[in-house]
C-alpha cells in the first residue's frame, strides 16, 4: 500500500511538470541506459592497494604485509586521500576494507611515528609549540579516519589476524564488520602509555551494548577474540576462514550495491546523525533530507518494483 501510494504520488507529480514524462516511460528511459557502469579510479597508493572486484565495489586493501600492515607516515595521507576520491566517485557504492598478509594490521608503525614526532618537537623548545604541532598531527590522524564515516558510501571491513591499536580506531569508523575465528582484537595505547585518540574512545560505544566490557578491554589491554568481539556487539558475523570471509562480504556489497544509492547513502548520512543527535532532532533532519529525496527518480522504480512484483530488482542510476 505504501509502495503503491509514494509510486502514484511522485508519479502525479512528474506528470503534472512534465506531461511527456510518466512513471512507466521514465522507467523505460532509465532501464534503456547502459548498465556496465565500471568504477574507475585514477590514483596509486604505497600502503593501500586498490582493486575493483565487481562493478560498483571497490576493495580497499592495507598493503604493507612484511609490517603487518603497521600504519606510517605515508598511510595516513594515503587513507585519507583514497577516501576522499571515494566519496567522490559516482560509479562506486560501497567499499570493501581489508588487510594483506598475516593480520588485518598492527596499528602505528611504532618506530616511523617516533622518528618523526622526535624531530619535529625536539626542534621546538617551549611546551606550548610542541603541544601545538602534537594537536596539529593528532587532529590530522583523525581526519584520515574520519574520512571513511565521512564518505556516504558504505564501507564492510574483512577482519583477520590481528587488529590492534588505530587498527581498531579504523575498523570503528567502519559500517559493517566481518571477522575471521582467528581475529582478535586489541586497545593497546595504554600499555604505551597514552589513551587512545584517534576514534575507538568515541565511536565503539556507540557500536556495542556492552560498556563494561569495553571499558576492561580498554583499561587492560588484553586480546579479545574474534567470538567475544562478537558478543560484545562490535562485530556481526564470524567465519572460519578469510576465504570464507571474504566470500560472503562480497555478496554482502553486491547487495547493497544493487540497492538505489539514493537510499543507501542517504540511511548512512541519516544513522551517523542520529548518533550523534536527540531523536527529536534526527527525526527534524530526516523531514529536510526526504523532502528532496521523495522527489528522485529510485522512488518511483523502487515503488513500481515492489508494487507489481517485478522478479528483476530495479537498476538504479548512479549519482
Known amino acids: 500500500m505504501v509502495a503503491n501510494a509514494i509510486c502514484g504520488l511522485i508519479g502525479r507529480v512528474i506528470t503534472r511538470t512534465s506531461p511527456r514524462i510518466t512513471v512507466q516511460s521514465l522507467a523505460g528511459v532509465v532501464s534503456s541506459r547502459n548498465i556496465s557502469e565500471k568504477a574507475r579510479y585514477t590514483m596509486s597508493y604505497e600502503t593501500l592497494d586498490i582493486t575493483s572486484p565487481h562493478e560498483r565495489i571497490l576493495h580497499v586493501q592495507l598493503n604493507r604485509p612484511d609490517k603487518l600492515n603497521a600504519m606510517n607516515k605515508v598511510f595516513w595521507r594515503e587513507i585519507l586521500d583514497c577516501f576522499r576520491e571515494i566519496s567522490d566517485d559516482t560509479d562506486i557504492r560501497v567499499v570493501i576494507l581489508s588487510g594483506a598478509g598475516r593480520m588485518f594490521s598492527a596499528g602505528l608503525d611504532i618506530g616511523d611515528m617516533t622518528d618523526l614526532i622526535t624531530s619535529q618537537v625536539t626542534k621546538k623548545s617551549d611546551v606550548a609549540r610542541r603541544a601545538k604541532y602534537l ?23 574483512a577482519i583477520h589476524g590481528g587488529c590492534i591499536g588505530s587498527g581498531v580506531d579504523l575498523i570503528a569508523a567502519c559500517d559493517v564488520r566481518y571477522c575471521t575465528q582467528d581475529a582478535w582484537f586489541q ?8 589513551a587512545p585518540d584517534l576514534g575507538t574512545l568515541q565511536r565503539v560505544p556507540k557500536a556495542i551494548g556492552n560498556n563494561s566490557m569495553l571499558r576492561e578491554m580498554v583499561y587492560t589491554a588484553r586480546k579479545v577474540e574474534g567470538f567475544e568481539a562478537k558478543e560484545m556487539g562490535l562485530i556481526s558475523r564470524v567465519f572460519p576462514n578469510k576465504e570464507a570471509m571474504m566470500s560472503e562480504v562480497d555478496r554482502l556489497a553486491e547487495s547493497i550495491a544493487s540497492k538505489s544509492p539514493v537510499a543507501v547513502q542517504g540511511c548512512k548520512v541519516a544513522l551517523n546523525y542520529s548518533r550523534d543527535h536527540t531523536i527529536s532532532e534526527g527525526l527534524k533532519f530526516m523531514q529536510c533530507w526526504n523532502m528532496t529525496m521523495l522527489q528522485s527518480e529510485d522512488v518511483i522504480k523502487g515503488s513500481e518494483a515492489v508494487a507489481t512484483k517485478a522478479e528483476k530488482p530495479p537498476h538504479f542510476s548512479k549519482l
Not at 581526519?143 to 564492510?156: D, G, M, R, T, Y
Not at 586497545?187 to 597514552?194: A, I, P, Q, S
Open 187 to 194: 586497545v593497546k595505547e595504554v600499555d604505551l602509555g597514552f
Open 135 to 157: 594537536q596539529s598531527l593528532i587532529a590530522l590522524y583523525q581526519e584520515s579516519f574520519n574520512a571513511l564515516e565521512k564518505c556516504q558510501k558504505p564501507v564492510i571491513s
